[in-house]
């Protein structure tokens, strides 16, 4: 994977990575779809690659509500390529 197309923010307990590499070859665009229809619609597509259409900042403070819509949705409808790592706290 080339580090350089690799496009990523946090959310508020994770991080969201997007490799764009994938992106120009996707015809379905499906994760914009799913942030507008199952999340907080935070997503857009610029030169045939999904970015933020808030900051980044905005996006950590709770602009991303971390639905998991766009992973989902990429993985059976694009290119399997978003990774979602939010870290689990278990209680024990
Ligand atoms: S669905 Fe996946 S491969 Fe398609 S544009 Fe979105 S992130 Fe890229
Ligand atoms: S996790 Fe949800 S709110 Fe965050 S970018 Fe993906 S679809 Fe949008």
Redesign the pocket.
Known sequence: MNRDTLYEFNSRTGRIT?NHD??LA?E?????KACKQYGSGILKIESG??ILSITREEAEKGGCVECLS?EY??WF???K??VIDLPLTINL
């Open positions: 997007i994938e992106c996707c379905s665009h499906a994760c914009v690659k999904p766009c949705e990429c409808k694009g290119r390529a978003i």
